[in-house]
């Protein structure tokens, strides 16, 4: 079983940037593709970000690209995603996740474990 805890939310003011982190424990997750995920109060779960398992291969949406950079440290266990450029667009609580595989995917049926989610609040 593989636990996945994210920290590094909060608050801050359009313009300004947060780094969120991912530790996975249990086992180790090198092997595996790692996610970010979003969701915003009546909103549908939302892709941000995913990375493969060696981290050689990144994919975002159209809403994230040049803003937000996702990376691993595997001899860490550990996923990270830098967020620039913040928007209240991205308020949301965002969700880490592990894939059952080592390829990057956008699709959350592809993620076996999950956190509990962080919350980011981005004020006008």
């Known amino acids: 079983q593989v636990q996945l805890v994210e920290s590094g939310g909060g608050s801050v003011q359009a313009g300004g940037s947060l780094r969120l982190s991912c530790a996975a424990s249990?086992?180790?997750?090198?092997?595996?593709?790692m996610g970010w995920f979003r969701q915003a109060p009546g909103k549908e779960r939302e892709f941000v970000a995913t990375i493969s398992w060696s981290g050689g291969s990144t994919y975002y949406p159209d809403s994230g690209k040049g803003r937000f950079t996702i990376s691993r440290d595997n001899a860490k266990n550990t996923g990270y995603l830098r967020m620039n450029s913040l928007t209240p667009e991205d308020t949301a609580v965002y969700y880490c996740?592990?894939?059952?595989?080592?390829?990057?995917?956008?699709?959350?049926?592809?993620?076996?474990?999950w956190g509990q989610g962080t919350q980011v609040t981005v004020s006008s």
């Open positions: 249990g086992r180790t997750v090198s092997n595996y593709a």
């Open positions: 996740a592990l894939a059952r595989w080592g390829g990057p995917s956008a699709q959350s049926n592809d993620y076996v474990y």
